[in-house]
């Protein structure tokens, strides 16, 4: 019997309503969304696990192997462009695919490509397995959207996506911590393994700091990725629940829209309409271009900055990168519950006030001279609440944008422009730092602060938006 690939993300059909009584859906409500939320938020934690991994590595593979920035810049740039296309086509599928099994798939399968890249060593080889591990990177978002847009309201968006979003920071924080400290271990031990060891004699395998920080976190992705198997469900109509714009009395919503799905013309004269169709997503976009090469400069290229400008011993550039990430999830929460009570959805005034703060900021962090340890770490961690503060909001902006019905698909085309800049935050800072040093590489990111603050300026009024369904057959 042939199975066709779609079918084994198939989502789950909506089942009859579990109960009519209100403190029984409540209950039940109360339940599932915190299962919902915790489960996408240590799962797409885990992601970083099997992907930020890297930036540690990075150092230690120039030293041990002999790989130069520009190639590890390349490393960087191949794998965020896969990922940046698989974000948005998988983006499109995960609007239509069943959470709980298309996260369990990508996590697994990248943590997979962790391990063989742990076990490589030819530039070649390291760069096929990265590349490819990016493509199963983006299988971790769309899933979260699709929960996250489907069990928590508009109104309640800037808050909940906040605390949801600091998952990032999390998974950032703890890998960049763990890894620094794999960094300086090795072990040593043989395999046995009769029928391949010539002669009957063990293999003697060594593996070193580098590869440590590939292999161990793959193995925790993977006991996570089964972890998700348990855990995940789909929507609210899956379990016997109505939808949450129904649950939580949202103004203007019309019961039969709300429970509304879209399928083949349907959903694409949607996404034609509310995605493709929509200028305002597409200035969102060109903001988060620049907003992704401010947050990767500094998430992938800080331990090597601090470590080579600044004289910070590789060890404590680990924890103080993970300051920026820890400050980084505070900004998000920050910037969330501004948007959601003083600014009545209006998300893009945060995004400009905290751009054009970002700009003095990396200037004083270039200017900083180097053994002022905490002096850098303080405005290393002001960098990161300023920079992830519009970095979340680029997300429920566009699911205001885009509904709760394509809230995935638009997500993935915001972030494979964010992704695409990785050719300058990846290869491109690489071979500036490498050609003229790290002076040069300030100047372009304050420069694209601006860029960033100007687009954001295009979609100052943007508020949520109502799916208009009569509008799809005009």
């Not at 070193?208 to 925790?220: D, T």
Request: net charge positive; aromatic share 18%; hydrophobic share 50%.
């Amino acid at each position: 019997m042939k199975i066709r690939l779609l079918e084994l993300f198939a989502p789950d059909p909506p089942i009859p309503m579990c109960s009519e009584d209100q403190g029984e859906i409540d209950k039940k409500y109360r339940y599932w969304r915190i299962r919902q939320m915790y489960s996408t938020f240590i799962g797409y934690a885990v992601y970083y696990f099997v992907r930020q991994n890297m930036s540690i590595a990075m150092p230690l593979m120039e030293k041990t192997l002999g790989i130069t920035k520009t190639s590890l810049g390349v490393f960087l740039t191949t794998h965020k462009l896969l990922y940046g296309v698989s974000k948005f086509v998988n983006g499109m599928l995960g609007d239509r695919a069943n959470p709980r099994i298309f996260m369990f798939t990508g996590l697994f399968l990248s943590a997979l490509m962790n391990i063989f890249f742990g076990f490589s060593s030819a530039v070649v080889t390291l760069g096929v397995f990265w590349m490819i591990n990016g493509w199963f990177q983006g299988m971790g978002f769309p899933p979260c959207a699709r929960v996250l847009s489907h069990w928590f309201s508009p109104k309640e968006r800037g808050v909940t996506w906040s605390i949801w979003n600091s998952s990032h920071q999390v998974g950032a924080l703890s890998i960049l911590i763990l890894a620094g400290y794999l960094a300086r271990q090795e072990v040593n031990f043989t395999l046995h393994i009769p029928f391949l060891s010539a002669g009957g004699h063990p293999y003697s395998v060594h593996l070193g700091g580098w590869q440590l920080c590939f292999i161990v976190p793959a193995i925790i992705a993977m006991v996570v990725a089964f972890f998700l198997l348990n855990r995940l469900k789909d929507t609210p109509g899956s379990l016997g629940l109505p939808p949450v714009e129904v649950y939580k009395r949202e103004e203007g919503t019309k019961a039969e829209d709300a429970c509304r799905t879209l399928d083949g013309e349907d959903f694409n004269r949607f996404i034609k309409r509310y995605v493709f169709g929509n200028r305002y997503i597409w200035y969102i976009c060109f903001a988060n271009f620049f907003i992704y090469i401010l947050r990767y400069a500094f998430l992938d290229w800080a331990p090597s900055c601090l470590y080579q400008m600044k004289g910070v011993e590789l060890y404590s550039a680990g924890w103080m990168t993970a300051g920026f990430e820890l400050f980084g999830a505070i900004g998000s929460i920050v910037a969330g519950y501004i948007t959601d009570h003083f600014m009545k959805g209006r998300r893009a005034p945060v995004c400009v006030v905290f751009m054009l703060s970002t700009i003095g900021l990396i200037y004083l962090y270039w200017k900083a001279p180097a053994g002022s340890n905490l002096y850098i770490t303080l405005l290393l961690i002001t960098l990161g609440f300023f920079i992830y503060g519009p970095q979340f909001l680029v997300g429920v902006m566009t699911a205001d944008q885009a509904t709760k019905h394509a809230a995935a698909t638009a997500i993935g085309l915001t972030g494979f422009f964010g992704y695409l800049s990785g050719i300058i935050s990846g290869w491109g800072l690489g071979w500036t730092v490498q050609h003229y040093g790290w002076d040069a590489s300030f100047v372009f990111l304050m420069i694209c602060a601006v860029l960033a603050a100007f687009f954001f300026t295009l979609v100052w009024n943007a508020r949520p938006v109502k799916e208009d369904f009569n509008a799809l057959k005009a």
